[in-house]
């Protein structure tokens, strides 16, 4: 007689919450088809422990039945999930460099196709339409900037940011490089800053997932800052893989303060161009 074979099986490693966050994404996968399933562990916990907090339930399953019958409440679970943070220049460093190294390359092309992936409230398009404007590109620029947050993509349509961001993004074009003063590109009303809606006469703002959606035009310029920082190995690398099949020959990536493609499996078909601020050329 085996003396093990009455025995309990032994528990997975994963934790009570490990277990109940795949619960959580696989169901909103299949009932929303958001697919958060390859987000970093840690960002999936802090963000929904935070929502967790914020919306008054006991625990990630009870948040999880509620979900699947609410789609309003996955709504409200959306803002949590995607972390909607944004400011203009943000790294002005990366800004600078764009001016000094990646300009001049892009002034030899007739027409320009830029992709901001991950463009939150619209704070990076803003920045960028600036710095191309103040450059002489503007006008040849098609811009697209995309993201799976439907609310976020409203707020980047309006052009409208809180009055008291303004100083903050001031210094930050100012050390971008900026050659005007920051105040031309926006009219102040109350506690609103409106930019100048000519910034975005050739922006097409786009729901798009780097998770489950295919590439969509041949670009000069991919931006994509401080998303792929809450993806896993393998999401990474299948954004990356988009990124590297929508960029035309020697195309530009540009990637957050905290990203690299050091340890992907795109690394070695990407040449680094200003390594500190993290701007990539398409070598392959
Ligand atoms: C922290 S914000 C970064 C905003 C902006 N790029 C910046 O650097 O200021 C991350 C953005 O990535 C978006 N995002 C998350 N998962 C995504 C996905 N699978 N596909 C496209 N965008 C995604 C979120 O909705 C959010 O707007």
């Known amino acids: 007689m085996n003396p093990n074979a009455a025995s ?15 619960l959580l994404m696989e169901a909103i996968y299949l ?10 562990v840690a960002s999936q916990k802090r963000r929904v422990l935070h929502a967790l907090a914020q919306l008054g339930l006991p625990s990630i399953s009870a948040l999880q039945e509620k979900v699947l019958r609410d789609p309003l409440l996955f709504g409200r679970l959306l803002e949590f999930l995607t972390i909607p943070v944004s400011e203009m220049f943000r790294d002005p460093a990366y800004f600078l460099a764009l001016r000094r190294h990646v300009v001049p390359i892009l002034h030899t092309y007739a027409s320009l196709k830029v992709w901001v992936a991950g463009c939150s409230t619209g704070e990076e398009v803003f920045s960028l339409a600036i710095l191309l404007r ?3 590109l503007l006008s040849r620029t ?3 900037a995309t993201d799976i947050n439907p609310a976020s993509l409203e707020k980047a349509r309006q052009g409208i940011f809180p009055i008291e961001s303004i100083r903050g993004y001031t210094a930050n074009y100012q050390r971008a490089g900026g050659r005007s003063s920051f105040s031309d590109y926006y009219t102040a009303a109350y506690d609103a800053a409106r930019f100048d809606p000519a910034l975005c006469a050739d922006v097409i703002f786009a729901d798009h997932s780097l998770a489950t959606d295919s590439v969509f035009a041949e670009t000069q310029f991919v931006s994509c800052r401080n998303v792929l ?3 896993n190995r393998e999401l990474q690398d299948r954004a990356l893989g988009l990124f590297h099949e929508s960029l035309c020959h020697r195309g530009f990536l ?3 303060a905290k990203e690299s493609i050091d340890f992907s499996s795109y690394a070695g078909r990407f040449d680094a161009h200003s390594q500190p601020e993290r701007i990539y050329r398409k070598a392959t």
Request: aromatic share 18%.
């Open 134 to 136: 103040e450059e002489g």
């Open 8 to 22: 309990l099986p032994l528990p997975s490693a994963l934790s009570n919450t490990e277990i109940e966050l795949r």
């Open 254 to 256: 540009g990637l957050g």
């Open 31 to 40: 009932r929303y088809s958001y697919d958060f399933r390859n987000y970093t």
């Open 142 to 144: 098609q811009i697209y």
């Open 229 to 231: 920082i809450y993806f």
